[in-house]
C-alpha cells in the first residue's frame, strides 16, 4: 500500500492554534511560530519547494516572486480578503491560482469602520485621553465642553458598495444616516430599497454632497488614489473621512493637506500607505484630536481569525482534490 504525501504548505504568518493544529493533521505545514515577517528571500525560497503558499496582506508576493517559484506550486491560499499583496495576473500567466478568504470578516470589519464612523465626529479617542493620559484634567461635566459633532440625520457616502460597505451602511442606516453611494456598478434594486440608498455614478458629485465618506473598496491600478487631492478639495470642510480599505486609495499626503489646513473635519484611518509606516503628521494630527489612528485592525477578532483559517483550508483541500477553490481570486478583479 502506498501513502499518499502530504501536500507541503509553506504558511508565512502565525494563525490561530486551532487554526495551526489542523494543518497540520492535513498538511505538511511549515508554519511561522514566531510570527517573525518573512523576507523576499525567504518567501523566494519558500515558493521553490511548496505546493502551497499562504501568505497575508503583509507579504509582497510580486511578479519577480511569482515567476521564480518551482514548477509544483500550484495555488496561493491567502489569508486575508483583500489580494492587493499579490500579483494575480503573474500568478495567473504562471498557472498559479489565487484564492482568498471573503464575507468571514465582512461583519467585524463593518463593525469597526461604524467605530470609526462615530469615534471622530464625536472625539471618543480625545475624550478617553482626558482621563488616562491626563488625570485631574477632568473637572467635571460641562456644557461647552468636548463638543463633537452629531451623527444621526447626516448623510453618508460609501465608496465601494460591496461585501463591507454593504454593511456598514447597514449600521449607518440604524444609526440615522442617509445612505448615498458610489461603485463600478449599481447594487440591486433591493438592496438599494433596503438601504434607501441613493447612488451617485459620479463619485466628485457625491463627495461634494456627504457629511462622511466611507472608503471600503479595494486597491488595484483603478483606485490608487481615488481620492485625490482634487477629489477631497471637493469635500466640505465639516466632513469626515473613515478608511478601513487600504491606505493608498487615498492620497495621504494631500489628506494630511486637508486636514492642516482646516479643509476638512477629520478622518478615522485603521489603513496607512506606508504601512507599517505611520507619517509621523498624522500622529501628529491624532494627538491634536484631528484623527483617530488604528493599526489596520478592523477585521481582528478571535471568530473572524478561526473563520479565516477554514476558509484557507476549504480552499487548499478543494483545489488539491481537483475542484475549482470556492475563493479564487480572477484577475483583473
Ligand atoms: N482593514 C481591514 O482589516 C480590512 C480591509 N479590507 C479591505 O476591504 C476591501 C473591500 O472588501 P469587500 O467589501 O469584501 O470587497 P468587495 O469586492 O465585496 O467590495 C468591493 C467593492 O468595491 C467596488 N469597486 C472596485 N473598484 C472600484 C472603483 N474603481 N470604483 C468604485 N467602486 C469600486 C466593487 O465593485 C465592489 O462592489 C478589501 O479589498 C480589503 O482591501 C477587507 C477586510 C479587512
Ligand atoms: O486587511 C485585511 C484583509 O484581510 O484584507
Same mark, same amino acid.
Given at each position: 500500500?502506498t501513502?499518499?504525501?502530504?501536500?507541503?504548505? *509553506?504558511?508565512t504568518?502565525?494563525l490561530p492554534? +486551532?487554526v495551526e493544529?489542523r494543518m497540520r493533521e492535513?498538511?505538511?505545514?511549515?508554519l511561522n511560530?514566531?510570527?517573525?515577517?518573512r523576507s523576499? $528571500?525567504?518567501?523566494?525560497?519558500a515558493?521553490k519547494?511548496?505546493d502551497?503558499?499562504?501568505?497575508?496582506?503583509?507579504?509582497?508576493?510580486? +511578479?519577480?516572486?511569482?515567476?521564480?517559484?518551482?514548477p509544483?506550486?500550484?495555488l496561493?491560499?491567502? %489569508?486575508?480578503?483583500? =489580494?492587493d499583496?499579490i500579483?494575480?495576473?503573474a500568478?495567473a500567466r504562471?498557472?498559479?491560482t489565487v484564492?482568498?478568504?471573503?464575507n468571514?470578516? =465582512?461583519?467585524?470589519t463593518?463593525?469597526?469602520?461604524m467605530?470609526? #464612523?462615530?469615534a471622530v465626529?464625536?472625539r471618543?479617542?480625545?475624550g478617553?485621553?482626558?482621563?488616562?493620559?491626563?488625570?485631574g484634567?477632568w473637572?467635571?461635566?460641562s456644557?461647552?465642553w468636548?463638543?463633537?459633532?452629531?451623527?444621526h440625520?447626516?448623510r #453618508?457616502?460609501i465608496?465601494?458598495?460591496?461585501?463591507?460597505?454593504?454593511?456598514?451602511?447597514r449600521?449607518?442606516?440604524? %444609526?440615522?444616516?442617509?445612505i448615498? *453611494?458610489?461603485?463600478?456598478?449599481?447594487?440591486?434594486a =433591493?438592496?438599494e430599497d433596503?438601504?434607501?440608498? =441613493? *447612488?451617485?455614478?459620479s463619485?466628485d458629485?457625491?463627495?461634494?454632497r456627504?457629511d462622511?465618506v466611507s472608503?471600503?473598496c479595494?486597491?488595484? &491600478? +483603478?483606485?490608487f488614489?481615488?481620492?485625490s487631492?482634487?477629489r477631497l478639495?471637493?469635500?466640505?470642510?465639516?466632513a469626515y473621512?473613515?478608511n478601513t480599505?487600504?491606505?493608498d486609495v487615498?492620497d495621504? $499626503?494631500?489628506?494630511?493637506k486637508s486636514l492642516?489646513?482646516?479643509?476638512?473635519?477629520?478622518?478615522?484611518?485603521?489603513? %496607512?500607505?506606508?504601512?507599517?509606516a505611520?507619517?509621523?503628521?498624522? #500622529?501628529?494630527?491624532a494627538?491634536?484630536g484631528?484623527?483617530?489612528?488604528l493599526?489596520?485592525m478592523?477585521?481582528?477578532?478571535i471568530?473572524?481569525r478561526?473563520d479565516?483559517?477554514d476558509k484557507v483550508? #476549504?480552499?487548499?483541500?478543494a %483545489?488539491?482534490d481537483g475542484h475549482? &477553490? &470556492?475563493?479564487?481570486?480572477?484577475p483583473?478583479r
Open positions: 500500500m501513502t499518499k504525501k502530504k501536500t507541503k504548505v *509553506y504558511i504568518r502565525k492554534d +486551532a493544529t492535513l498538511f505538511d505545514a511549515e511560530i514566531d510570527d517573525t515577517p523576499a $528571500a525567504q518567501l523566494a525560497a515558493m519547494s511548496a502551497v503558499l499562504v501568505p497575508t496582506v503583509t507579504d509582497r508576493i510580486d +511578479a519577480a516572486l511569482i515567476d521564480e517559484a518551482g509544483q506550486l500550484k496561493i491560499a491567502s %489569508f486575508s480578503n483583500g =489580494t499583496h500579483d494575480v495576473e500568478a504562471k498557472g498559479i484564492t482568498n478568504t471573503p468571514v470578516l =465582512t461583519e467585524d463593518a463593525d469597526m469602520t467605530a470609526l #464612523i462615530l465626529p464625536r471618543l479617542g480625545e478617553a485621553r482626558v482621563l488616562t493620559d491626563r488625570p484634567e473637572a467635571g461635566w456644557p461647552t468636548m463638543l463633537g459633532r452629531r451623527i440625520g447626516k #453618508i457616502g465608496v465601494g458598495m460591496g461585501r463591507i460597505g454593504t454593511a456598514v451602511a449600521r449607518a442606516k440604524a %444609526f440615522g444616516l442617509s448615498h *453611494y458610489h461603485n463600478r456598478k449599481r447594487v440591486t =433591493t438592496t433596503e438601504l434607501e440608498a =441613493t *447612488y451617485w455614478e463619485l458629485q457625491m463627495l461634494a456627504v462622511i472608503v471600503n479595494p486597491s488595484t &491600478p +483603478a483606485t488614489h481615488l481620492l487631492a482634487r478639495a471637493l469635500l466640505q470642510p465639516t473621512l473613515v480599505a487600504r491606505g487615498i495621504e $499626503a494631500a489628506l494630511i492642516r489646513e482646516g479643509k476638512l473635519a477629520g478622518a478615522g484611518l485603521d489603513v %496607512f500607505e506606508n504601512e507599517p505611520v507619517n509621523p503628521k498624522l #500622529i501628529k494630527l494627538n491634536e484631528k484623527v483617530v489612528l493599526p489596520h478592523s477585521s481582528a477578532t471568530e473572524g478561526i479565516m483559517g483550508i #476549504i480552499n487548499i483541500r %483545489f488539491m475549482r &477553490p &470556492p475563493n479564487r481570486v480572477l483583473g
